[in-house]
C-alpha cells in the first residue's frame, strides 16, 4: 500500500523551535509523525518533545519498524532524524509531496558539505537511495530559507 503524505522532512534535532515556529504554520499538518528508533523508546524524551507541539496537531512516535502507510494521511508530517529513517519511510510505501532536509549537524564523524548539512558515509549512501527512487529532497532549514536541490549540494 501506497500513501501520499504532506510533508517529510530530516532534522537530527526533531522537534524544536524551526519545525513547531516555522514549519507546523508552513506545512499545517493534522498529525506529527516521529519516526526514529531511539525517540521510540525514549519516553522522556516523548514527553518533552511534546509540551510545544500545538493542541491540534496529533503527535505519534514510531520505530522505523512499526511505521507503516496506514498511519498517513495526505496532511501528515513525518519528522526523522537521518535519511536512514526517510528511506525506512519511503519503504513502507510513504510518499511525501515535499520531502525536506534541515539541519544535519556537526559530529566527529561527519563532513560539512553545507552550512548545517553534515554527512557520514552511511547518509551519503541513504540519499543515494533516495534520489536513486526518483525523490528529490531540498535542502531548506527554514520556510524563509531558499529550497536547494539536495543533489547539487552532495
Avoid at 61 to 86: G, H, Q, Y
Avoid at 95 to 106: E, K, L
Amino acid at each position: 500500500m501506497t500513501k501520499v503524505a504532506a510533508f517529510l522532512r530530516i532534522d537530527d534535532r526533531l522537534i524544536h523551535g524551526q519545525v513547531i515556529v516555522g514549519w507546523i504554520p508552513e506545512v499545517r499538518p493534522d498529525r506529527l509523525l516521529v519516526v526514529n528508533d531511539k525517540i521510540s523508546a525514549d519516553f522522556m524524551r516523548q514527553e518533552l518533545m511534546a509540551l510545544s507541539v500545538p493542541p491540534e496537531v496529533e503527535l505519534q512516535f514510531f520505530a522505523t519498524a512499526d511505521i507503516n502507510a496506514e498511519v498517513v494521511s495526505e496532511d501528515s508530517f513525518i519528522l526523522v532524524a537521518s535519511p536512514r529513517d526517510a528511506w525506512e519511510c519511503l519503504q513502507k510505501g510513504i510518499t511525501p509531496r515535499r520531502f525536506n532536509v534541515g539541519g544535519m549537524h556537526s559530529r566527529d564523524d561527519k563532513q560539512e558539505i553545507f552550512e548545517a548539512l553534515h554527512v557520514d558515509d552511511n547518509d551519503r549512501k541513504y540519499f543515494e537511495l533516495i534520489l536513486n527512487s526518483g525523490i528529490n529532497p531540498v535542502f531548506q532549514p527554514t520556510p524563509q530559507n531558499e529550497p536547494m536541490p539536495l543533489g547539487d549540494i552532495l
